[in-house]
């Protein structure tokens, strides 16, 4: 029993370790793991994410713009936020804010935005300055309270990397589309959550995190369909970010939705009862997914 045990382990841990690893069973070498055969290349489908059908205004016979807040403290949306050593596993492998950033350096994902209206184009070299920190250690202020230059080795530079991530903002389209008779989700941007440095650096207990960019998450769709995501029921078989948030794959809470006070958040007409804020945010989604519902209602 403990050797079956044994082998089930190492297996499972196998399993583990080829996650998106293609062509594994078949590889003489470790350099020809994770590469296509030919009859593979024949066979695949275009790898590219199926584009969004088109859907005219006069289709739409009602809709609703939501703004939620995806926190990756909970277990369920873990997917989004490991793995945070990316340099062990590889480059092939990476969490839902390394593969933003990542294909935003290397042009992939060529519009960012400073909010979620997408009125105001962030540049890269603008972009970088947010994602770069530099902190002065206490000897470098008792230098500079003496009077003194501050020596460089008490400054420190760090990057805003994965382990400061706190969650995702997003926002989306509800809509119910009266030819298919149907009401649907389309993501339109999506916005990476961190600590302030400031906050960081002081410790400040509840502090609250904030904005680092918004990406059109249409112009961002092949990027992350390109990007693999751990699969826990078949790592042969890995997802990608675009088929888990298009999927709605993930616990969010609703914080804002459009209306006539200037889209004015939860917070700002249920203040200080968190209780309170959880359930109306619960109460708007309610009544988005009853929607459907009463519409075949006589």
């Not at 024949?42 to 713009?65: C, F, H, M, Q, T």
């Not at 904030?210 to 751990?230: G, I, M, Q, T």
């Amino acid at each position: 029993m403990k050797t079956k045990s044994f082998f089930t382990i190492a297996f499972m841990f196998l399993i583990s370790y080829s996650y998106g690893q293609i062509n594994i069973l078949n590889a003489d070498t470790p350099e020809e793991i994770g590469v296509k055969t030919n009859e593979q290349i024949d066979k695949g489908a275009v790898e590219e994410p199926i584009p969004y059908g088109y859907v005219g205004d006069r289709d739409i016979l009602w809709s609703k713009n939501t703004w939620e807040y995806i926190d990756l403290n909970q277990r369920v949306n873990f997917p989004l936020l490991y793995p945070l050593d990316t340099g062990r596993l590889g480059t092939n492998r990476l969490s839902l804010y390394h593969v933003l950033l990542k294909n935003i350096r290397n042009g992939n994902i060529k519009h960012v935005y400073a909010d979620s209206y997408f009125t105001r184009e962030r540049t890269l070299q603008e972009l970088q300055a947010t994602l770069h920190r530099t902190d002065t250690l206490p000897q470098g202020y008792a230098q500079l309270n003496a009077g003194e230059e501050i020596d460089p080795q008490f400054i420190t530079h760090t990057d805003v990397g994965g382990a400061d991530l706190q969650g995702f903002r997003i926002r989306g389209y509800w809509y119910f589309d009266k030819k298919q008779g149907a009401l649907k989700y389309r993501l339109l941007g999506i916005c990476p959550m961190v600590i302030g440095s400031y906050a960081k650096k002081m410790n400040l207990q509840d502090a609250e995190p904030v904005e680092l960019f918004w990406v059109f998450y249409p112009s961002a769709r092949k990027a992350l369909y390109n990007a693999k995501v751990f699969n826990p029921y078949n790592s042969a078989h890995p997802l990608n970010f675009d088929q888990i948030l298009n999927a709605r794959r993930f616990h969010a809470v609703i914080y804002k939705t459009d209306n006539k006070y200037g889209d004015r958040p939860i917070r700002d007409y249920i203040g200080d009862n968190a209780l309170k804020q959880l359930l109306e945010s619960r109460h708007i989604k309610k009544e988005i997914r009853a929607f459907e519902a009463n519409m075949w209602n006589y």
